[in-house]
């Protein structure tokens, strides 16, 4: 989303009236970004209440232009961690990895009847995976060489497992069913597109 730089526009010594289209000048200005900034914030925090099964999708925006900046940044985020891992092919993978998912989700949702539902989801899947993404980039940052120390590699399995349970909370959410069926949604997701970009890109597994 764009940042726009507050610009400070000297009040003309002409009256009241100069005063005040001078502030109304400058709040046009900055009431964009300080409207921006505290749009990031509540939505980070409403990330942070779904990875903590306090909220799903639905309490986040509705827009499409959200879910699309949480999937460039999730995008953008997969291939820097493919390339810590020294993957070939790091930004097909992660283009790969996201279309499957977000077709999943949309296949689903419509075969529910609730397509109305997608750009909440996407939000929802794309955003928590930005803060797992983000998590496991720094645990990668820890890693020596090509393996990762054994504590390192426990907090690993531990962040894996989270960000199942954290899917399969979204899609219970989204498909309005059991915990149990989006633990099943989840799983299963998760295997179909490791097998498909194991398929597609072969090299990227010879670690």
Do not use: K
Request: proline fraction near 5%.
């Amino acid at each position: 989303m764009p940042i726009s730089i507050p610009i400070r526009i000297p009040f003309p010594p002409q009256g009241a009236t100069d005063y005040r289209s001078a502030a109304q000048a400058t709040l046009l200005v900055v009431g964009p970004v300080a409207f921006q900034g505290a749009h990031m914030i509540r939505l980070l925090q409403q990330l942070l209440r779904v990875i903590a099964l306090r909220s799903g999708p639905e309490d986040l925006p509705a827009g499409w232009n959200t879910a699309a900046l949480m999937v460039l940044v999730y995008v953008a985020l997969g291939m820097l961690a493919d390339s810590m891992l020294s993957l070939g092919t790091s930004s097909l993978r992660s283009l790969m990895s996201i279309a499957l998912q977000i077709l999943a989700i949309s296949l689903l949702l419509r075969l529910s009847s609730h397509l109305e539902r997608l750009p909440q989801t996407i939000t929802a899947a794309a955003g928590t995976g930005c803060l797992f993404g983000l998590m496991s980039i720094v645990l990668l940052a820890q890693s020596a060489g090509d393996s990762l120390p054994q504590g390192i590699a426990i907090l690993w399995l531990v962040l894996f497992i989270w960000s199942l349970v954290v899917d399969a909370h979204i899609y219970r959410s989204a498909l309005s069913t059991t915990m149990s069926v989006g633990v099943l949604i989840a799983v299963m997701l998760f295997a179909l597109n490791f097998m498909v970009i194991d398929a597609l890109f072969p090299a990227a597994q010879e670690l």
